[in-house]
């Protein structure tokens, strides 16, 4: 069965860090491209960060875009977000997801092309 568990959640202040982490279990996704999502109260779920199964292939939503880094360690199956700087508005609840198609260079911000979810962690940033 397939699994994957957010972590490293938290309430911080503005302008503080956190490192979120996705661990895999179930299966390897080392093919597989990865993503991190999230979600504010009363909002549709909105795209972060994309990493290919090509670690040095990532993408970033523009309101994270140099604030943000997503990398994954293979060997571990785990994914990670680290957030600097973070800002009130980057208050949600985040997902970690698995693309459906394996080896895809693209780079996919729609939640309907990801296959797996995790079941979100906290994050509070306060002002």
């Known amino acids: 069965q397939v699994q994957l568990v957010e972590s490293g959640g938290g309430l911080v202040q503005s302008g503080d860090s956190l490192r979120l982490s996705c661990a895999a279990s179930g299966r390897t996704f080392s093919s597989f491209g990865m993503a991190w999502f999230r979600q504010a109260p009363g909002k549709e779920r909105e795209f972060v960060a994309t990493i290919r199964w090509i670690s040095s292939n990532t993408y970033y939503a523009e309101s994270v875009k140099g604030r943000f880094t997503i990398s994954r360690d293979n060997a571990k199956n785990t994914m990670y977000l680290q957030m600097n700087s973070l800002k009130p508005e980057d208050t949600a609840v985040y997902y970690c997801?698995?693309?459906?198609?394996?080896?895809?260079?693209?780079?996919?911000?729609?939640?309907?092309?990801?296959?797996?979810w995790g079941q979100g962690t906290q994050v509070t940033v306060s002002s």
């Open positions: 997801a698995v693309d459906r198609q394996r080896y895809s260079g693209s780079f996919r911000v729609s939640a309907a092309d990801y296959e797996y």
